[in-house]
Every structure is written in C-alpha cells, then in structure tokens.
C-alpha cells in the first residue's frame, strides 16, 4: 500500500463519507473546504456518521477513534501537505472543478495521486488542469459507502496504470470493491445505468404527470425494489442533481425547468434529503418504508 496520508476536498454528503470510511480503516485523513461554515457543517456530518458507523460495525470504540482522528482546514496547502492521495469531492460545476485543480496541482506534493469522485464528468476534462496528468484518475463512490461499497476507478488516456494498480489497492485497504473501467465512460458503471432512470422519473414530476410518492410506488410494487427513484433523490441530496441540471440548461432548456423546480421546491425549501431531515420524503421515518405504503394508492 503506498498511501497513509488522505486528504479529502469538499466536504457534503459523499465527501464526509468518504473521509469518515479512511479514517474508519486507519489512515490519516485531512478534510479540506473553503469555509469555516463548510467545515463546521462537515463536523456534524461525521458525528452523525460516528454513531452510524458504531451501529453498522458495531464498534462505537473504533468509530469514535475515528471522528476523533480527523483533521479540518480551509487552507488547501495545509491540508495537503503530506497528502499521498487526494480524492475530489468539490460540487459537479467545471469551472470549479477546473479552478480546484489549477490550485491543488500548485501547492500539493509531487507524490500525491489526484482522484476526482465526479459523478458525471471525464477525469480528461481535468487532466490538463492538474500539473500531473499521468497522477489523476477519477474514483468514484456509491452513497452509504459502508454499505453499498463499490469505488469505480476509471482513468484517462494519459493515466500511468500503476496509479490505477495504486487507487484500486486503496479502496480495498478502505473497505471497498474496486470496479476499474477499462476506458472512460461518463456516469461510469453505476451512473450510466441510474441517471437515465432518475431524469425520467424527475420528468414525470416537472411534467405533472403523476407525484414523487405515486410514481415510487408504481416502481416497488412493479419491480420489487426496495425504494423508488425520489427516495434515491433524497439519499443523493438535491444539490447534486440541481448542479447538473443547471449544466445542462445550457444546451436544453427543458434541464432549466427541472432546475428551476427543484430549486424551487426543494432547496429555496430546505428540503435537502435525508441530510436535512426532509426531501421527497420525511425522515427518519419515511412513508416509503412503512409497510401500508405499498397497500394502497
């Protein structure tokens, strides 16, 4: 294993996890956002993910060890200092992402391996950004990472494949099943399958055709599945899918619709997810969980 030290950038929802899974298998992880609000809303992230991780394993001693091992910065060089890999979780816009990069290649050592956990763009979109495109490769995550624990490594055509050999030795060492794609893809394995079933389902809903609840429940009870497409919105948070949206009004308006609505409805809402408490569905109780949801319509 040639990694000890984990820095992570961006902190939100799939960030923190990332961060609080290193810290959880034993490595030296630096978390990295742009604030003190950022980082101060990372700390509660992963005192929640303390005590879920204390369930899971049943290990609340191995947990706490963790949250107690994690260091915070809003300075990218401090947080990077001795960083073997960094892994990118800053919001799906480009010209952050783009920006990140100029700024991270800059200050962070010549040995660190750059990892992006993009959900949707190509790591040769940022290669050039980087300073050290034979070092970057994207790594993606699953939400729930303790439990639904695939990373997908994916490099560039310029990716030196002992970094691939590298990332893919981590993810093991982290607790996670490496999935590496042998050539790029945009959404991956995961996303390439949910993204198109998600926008159709977010369609239905910015159409009026049918409500979050109903068509959730057509899906389960017609496919046995154990949630439906706006319980998955909830899990994903609805920054995500708002950012993506707003990228693609560029080129479609009708992705400006989808934005302006879920804006509209659910964040302007606060109704973040689960991360808040309340998106689609109310938690920590969700109507899609008790048992009568699937009885009647």
């Known amino acids: 294993m040639h990694f000890n030290n984990v820095t992570i950038a961006g902190s939100g929802v799939l960030g923190s996890q990332i961060a609080f899974q290193s810290a959880f298998f034993g490595f030296n992880v630096s978390v990295y956002d742009i604030n003190s609000g950022a980082i101060e809303a990372a700390k509660g992230r992963m005192a929640t993910l303390k ?3 204390g369930e899971y394993f049943n290990d609340t001693n191995r947990a706490e060890k963790a949250f107690s091992s994690l260091k915070f910065f809003t300075d990218l060089a401090e947080a990077t200092k001795d960083a073997d890999i960094v892994v990118e979780a800053v919001p799906e816009r480009i010209e952050i992402k783009q920006s990140f990069y100029e700024n991270l290649g800059k200050v962070a ?3 660190t391996v ?3 956990n993009s959900s949707t763009f190509l790591p040769s979109q940022f290669a050039a950004y980087t300073g050290r495109p034979e070092k970057f490769l994207a790594l993606h995550f699953a939400n729930s990472i303790w439990q639904n624990n695939t990373a997908e490594i994916m490099g560039h055509p310029g990716t030196d494949t002992k970094y691939v050999e590298q990332v893919a030795d981590f993810a093991r060492a982290i607790g996670m099943i490496p999935f590496v794609l042998k050539k790029e893809q945009p959404g ?3 996303n ?3 993204v ?3 926008s159709a389902a977010m369609e239905l809903w910015v159409k009026d055709n049918a ?3 109903t068509i959730d429940k057509n899906w389960m009870i017609s496919t046995g599945s154990p949630r439906g497409p706006f319980a998955i919105y909830d899990i994903v948070g609805m920054e995500t899918p708002y950012n993506l949206n707003l990228m693609r ?3 479609d308006p009708a992705a400006k619709f989808v934005a302006d609505k879920i804006k509209r409805e659910m964040i302007d809402q606060g109704k973040m997810g689960i991360s808040t408490g309340e998106g689609f569905y109310k938690y920590p109780n969700p109507a899609y969980m008790d048992p009568s949801f699937l009885k009647s319509n």
Do not use: R
């Open 109 to 111: 050592p010549e040995k």
């Open 211 to 213: 409500d979050p609840h």
């Open 51 to 53: 005590t879920t991780y």
């Open 188 to 190: 991956y394995i995961l």
């Open 196 to 198: 198109p079933f998600l």
């Open 249 to 251: 009004a560029e080129h």
């Open 114 to 116: 750059f990892a992006s």
């Open 192 to 194: 390439t399958l949910l």
